[in-house]
């Protein structure tokens, strides 16, 4: 995950805001709780969005408690209590994607910077080993997406479709196992689908002209005429596809931060990281 999912928080109600915040804190003390201290450096909006849309799914929010913020004593934070293992499969999803993003990243850097990478992949893989005995789905599906995605990438003539299914499929995987009918299980594997496809894309985007330069692979390297409307193309394709089947979704608790960060929060990254481009 690459932390393009936010909320727009303007658009959000304070209690909203609140809430949301919550999550986020408490998603922090899970790592810190199950893995370590050094493991809430990873914390991501991406996977504070997972762990509320699990909860919001299984409606098992219990209610809200403020404490003591474990990086800074002397400020309290509010943190969402839960009844379901939620926060701990997004600590799971947490540190798997990031150490898999450390393997990635050492295939991709060069002697330096892979060095200090080498350096830090025990402590990940400690994390990654611990998470994948308790959720060994989560494991497979990320491990599966690696594997794809360096097949894709490495295919001469890799297309853009190519380039972004690994990511795809393994956010529609992950989504499509929470489902509790054939239904639901059916609208989370589009909703999956759909944003992991945008999600790979838009970092493809963010990373376009640092991959030119030290000669990565990027889907959009072999475009030079309209590539500003092939990438917002395949952005806009992408999105709609997950919001089309989020329509589908009913949910509850939550719901109006999850329509931000559906409706709001995704095309304002999106305009954001495009209006960088330009400039």
């Known amino acids: 995950m690459f932390g393009y999912i936010k909320v727009e928080k303007g658009e959000l109600l304070v209690r909203e805001y609140e809430a949301y915040k919550s999550i986020y804190c408490g998603l922090c003390r899970q790592l810190g709780k199950d893995y370590s201290v050094l493991s809430r450096f990873i914390l ?14 299984n409606r098992s929010c219990s209610g809200f408690e403020s404490k003591c913020c474990r990086f800074n004593p002397l400020k309290k934070c509010t943190y969402c209590k839960t009844e379901s293992d939620s926060l701990s499969k997004a600590a799971a999803l947490s540190v798997i994607s990031a150490y898999y993003k450390l393997v990635d990243d ?45 097949d894709a990438e490495n295919y001469p003539q890799c297309s853009i479709d190519r380039a972004c299914d690994p990511t795809a499929k393994m956010l529609s995987v992950l989504l499509e196992n929470e489902g509790r009918n054939d239904n639901e299980k059916k609208i989370f594997h589009q909703i999956g689908y759909g944003l992991g496809r945008w999600i790979y894309l838009i ?5 376009l002209e640092k991959d030119k330069k030290n000669n990565n692979f990027n889907p959009f390297n072999s475009y030079t005429e309209n590539i500003n409307e092939v990438i917002n193309t395949n952005l806009s394709a992408s999105l709609g596809l997950a919001f089309d089947a989020y329509e589908l979704l009913e949910l509850v ?7 931000n960060i559906i409706l709001k929060g995704l095309p304002i990254t999106q305009k954001q990281v495009l209006d960088k481009r330009k400039d």
């Open 106 to 150: 050492i295939n991709d850097s060069k002697f330096f910077k892979r060095t200090a990478y080498k350096i830090v992949k025990p402590i990940f893989s400690m994390w990654r080993k611990k998470a994948a005995k308790r959720y060994p789905e989560i494991d497979d599906a990320v491990s599966t997406m690696l594997k794809e995605q360096i």
């Open 253 to 259: 608790d939550f719901k109006g931060i999850i329509d």
């Open 203 to 207: 970092d493809a985007v963010d990373d």
């Open 44 to 57: 991501s909006y991406d996977c504070t969005f997972y762990a509320m849309l699990l909860m919001s799914l």
